[in-house]
């Protein structure tokens, strides 16, 4: 049994005799190439032409030779073959060699112990665990697994060197406890620092091994109030927390009761003012002379303003240790203007010591005209007064 497919061809590339037009599959003797001239084969092809143009499947084919004879006589069963089935062949036929021709990209599976770890590659998340993703064919891979309460793991894919598919089972490790610091200070130094009710030492401190959680400090001083404070340490604080703590005066609090008990009571402004330039606070210090100041030139303070006038004398001069160069300039600039006001809202006011104060903190912010103007007003109110005279001279008004 022998099952073979046989192209068609042109006839008249070998048979004179057929038309162009003609094609088909011929039988032929080893003597002659004329399909008229067949052997015994007149009943099957009685027209003696070729074969139209198909295909066709060799169901049975066998020879019989005879002696002395150069003729070979061949007897076929020919059957016709669908051309559905033919073009389905050739559809496997073309279908198959496609598929051969292609390779199966390979993949690999990643899962996590624990599962559910989120799969990373830069800024976008690929998933979580167990997850599968293609090789890479060109450049390799860089991909991160995080899971919380888990160290990071990184993880190079490489492509792969055949094209089987490939497992990876990644154990996470726990993190491991982390520990905080704590840096505690505070203005002025050399305050009791407690943590949770627990005495650590004074003011510069630094406090180590703080595991995660809340906590409640205080600090205390001499004459300083106390102060409590809260804080959360958690994975999103830094290694080390630093905090810086001013105290808030006793004095300072005690001074302004004070005003609040006796607001007419120039010495109270006058205090609490010093109090405030000890501190640091020279802002509100001097709001605290101006307070004060209106109360005198108003008639309505109670007391003596002496004690303004000379806490204003001592900005002016830096009798206080309170900054830098820089400092006590802003101080006086800030002084300055709180006279330049107050000169508005009493245009003529009956104190030698509003004019010898103003005309100094002018002139030394050489602001000498408006100096020279203001020691001319109170000249011509108090003539040969002997501050002014003292003044005349020092500062050759």
């Not at 340490?233 to 905090?243: A, C, G, I, K, N």
């Not at 006796?262 to 205090?271: G, I, K, M």
Request: glycine content about 6%; some cysteine.
């Amino acid at each position: 049994m022998i099952d073979a497919l046989f192209e068609t061809m042109p006839t008249n590339r070998r048979y004179p005799s057929a038309k162009p037009s003609d094609s088909g599959i011929f039988l032929t003797t080893k003597d002659t190439n004329d399909p008229k001239k067949f052997h015994g084969m007149d009943n099957a092809f009685p027209q003696s032409r070729p074969l139209p143009m198909k295909f066709f499947r060799v169901v049975s084919c066998f020879s019989l030779f005879k002696k002395n004879s150069s003729v070979t006589q061949v007897h076929l069963r020919i059957t016709h073959w669908p051309p559905c089935i033919l073009y389905g062949l050739v559809f496997l036929l073309c279908a198959g060699l496609l598929l051969s021709g292609c390779r199966k990209a390979a993949q690999i599976h990643i899962d996590s112990i624990p599962a559910g770890a989120a799969l990373w590659e830069e800024d976008e998340l690929l998933g979580h665990t167990p997850i599968l993703l293609p090789l890479p064919e060109g450049a390799s891979r860089t991909l991160i697994l995080r899971q919380p309460g888990c160290q990071e793991v990184k993880l190079i894919l490489d492509p792969p060197l055949n094209n089987r598919d490939q497992e990876i089972l990644v154990e996470l490790s726990e993190l491991a406890a982390k520990t905080y610091r704590l840096a505690c200070s505070s203005s002025p130094d050399g305050a009791e620092f407690f943590l949770n009710n627990e005495f650590k030492g004074r003011t510069p401190v630094e406090i180590s091994g703080l595991s995660g959680g809340q906590y409640e400090f205080m600090l205390r001083h001499k004459e300083r109030e106390e102060v409590r404070k809260t804080l959360f340490l958690s994975e999103q604080s830094p290694d080390r927390t630093v905090v810086h703590i001013k105290l808030p005066s006793q004095l300072v609090a005690f001074y302004s009761k004070q005003i609040v008990a006796e607001p007419a009571n120039l010495h109270h402004y006058a205090d609490l003012g010093h109090q405030l330039i000890l501190e640091g606070e020279l802002v509100e210090a001097i709001s605290t002379f101006r307070k004060g100041l209106q109360l005198s030139l108003s008639g309505k303070g109670a007391g003596d303003d002496h004690r303004l006038w000379s806490e204003i004398e001592r900005v002016i001069s830096k009798q206080y240790d309170y900054g830098s160069e820089e400092i006590v300039r802003q101080a006086n600039e800030t002084l300055l203007q709180m006279l330049r006001e107050l000169k508005k809202e009493f245009p003529a006011p009956d104190s030698i010591a509003f004019y010898i104060q103003y005309a100094t903190c002018a002139d030394k912010l050489n602001f000498r005209q408006e100096a020279q103007d203001l020691f001319d007003e109170a000249w011509a109110k108090w003539p040969d007064n002997r501050t002014l005279v003292q003044m005349k001279k020092r500062y050759r008004f």
